[in-house]
């Protein structure tokens, strides 16, 4: 029998949030062995459901939903979504404008092989949404990462930012709100970051999927809407504000300046088109989604579940010894700063290992974010709140005797 490898296309890619601890994790589970899994944003098995009028409006569609659709999706869909975009002021954007995808994945992957050639660079945040890392590398390019600064609300580091612009940086992403940080970013940092795009004629990417989960009455201001000169490319879809990550539901706008970059759309196009078209079923649930009452602000505001979970993990963290944590002012991730020295950690994946068999809890190390430091870890704070208490006093009493060999 031929011996078959995996592609050489993959050599450089790495995606290490599904990796050996989650592969761990899962034999732990094999064994019988209950695992609380704080490593996904999948808010559905914590409890938080899907809207029911979301729900009821997929069941009716079933039988007008066996079809394929336009392979940019369904008009309903993508009109519900062009309005969205005005509501929000984004900048020349009409419903051809908008491709519907199987979440904001199968579009990250999308743009980033419809753009790159081999040796082209872009500018990705460290830590990042590790997807996006992935995906360049996955199209040939190389990902090169700037710094998000701790110090200062985990914004992204301007100076580092220019720094990182080479001949071949042909892109900026940015993630806001942000994963895995929860920060949002203000406008003075967007107005900056679209500087350096203009200056350098670049084209910016922002993953915006947390954009209707911000607390504290904060806004989150689309950086489309600073950068009508420039195209941008934004991707949003239900899989957090609506709790249906299992239905695989995204999209991508494109926006503002178009005139240079009409080859770059025929490649879209043209993906767009090889994979046929996005799940039609739950495109029929979009124009629902978007429109009228939104369920998930409860849950954003004091007294509703994700808030109350953010004030007590971020809270319970910052009172361990040796721990550090930003307040999260979106979506429901924290990413903890451990103090290395006292806890002589020089591997974070082993000390995510290391807790993962002692208190049978799965994180995701700091690495698997792209984090070049072993001295993070994120934590997804959707559990009910008794795990996330169980979680918590687990932590403190791990590492009040933690000293990595
Ligand atoms: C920043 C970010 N972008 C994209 C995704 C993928 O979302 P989807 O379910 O739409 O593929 C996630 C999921 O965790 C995410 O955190």
Known sequence: MRKFEKSSKLEHVSYDVRGPVLEEAERMEDEGIRILKLNTGNPAPFGFDAPNEVVRDLIMNVRSSEGYSTSK?????????EQYCQTKNFPNVTINDIYTGNGVSELITMCMQGLLDHGDEVLIPTPDYPLWTASVSLAGGTPVHYICDE?????PDIED???????????????????????????EILEQIVEIARE????IYSDEIYDRLVMDGLTH?????LAPDLFVVTLNGLSKSHRVAGFRCGWMVLSGDKSNVQGYIEGLNMLSSMRLCSN?????????ALGGYQSIDELLLPGGRIYEQREFIYNALNDIPGITAV???AAFYIFPKLDVKKFNIKNDEQFVLDFLHKYHVLLV??????WHEPDHFRLVYLPQMEDLKLTMSSMREFLATYRQK
Do not use: C, D
């Not at 930012?161 to 203000?186: C, D, E, Q, S, W």
């Not at 201001?221 to 809407?225: K, L």
């Not at 039609?280 to 629902?288: A, C, E, G, H």
């Open 327 to 329: 307040k999260p002012k």
């Open 73 to 81: 999706g369904i008009f309903s869909a993508r009109k519900a979504i």
């Open 200 to 203: 350098h004629q670049l084209i």
């Open 280 to 288: 039609v079923l739950s495109q029929q649930i979009i124009q629902t």
């Open 151 to 155: 110090q200062a609300e985990w914004y």
């Open 161 to 187: 930012m220019k720094k990182k612009v080479t001949p071949r940086t042909k892109a900026i992403v940015i993630i806001n709100p942000n994963n895995p940080t929860g920060a949002l970013y203000p406008k």
């Open 221 to 225: 201001i689309p950086i489309a809407t």
């Open 365 to 370: 190390h700091g690495g698997g974010f792209n």
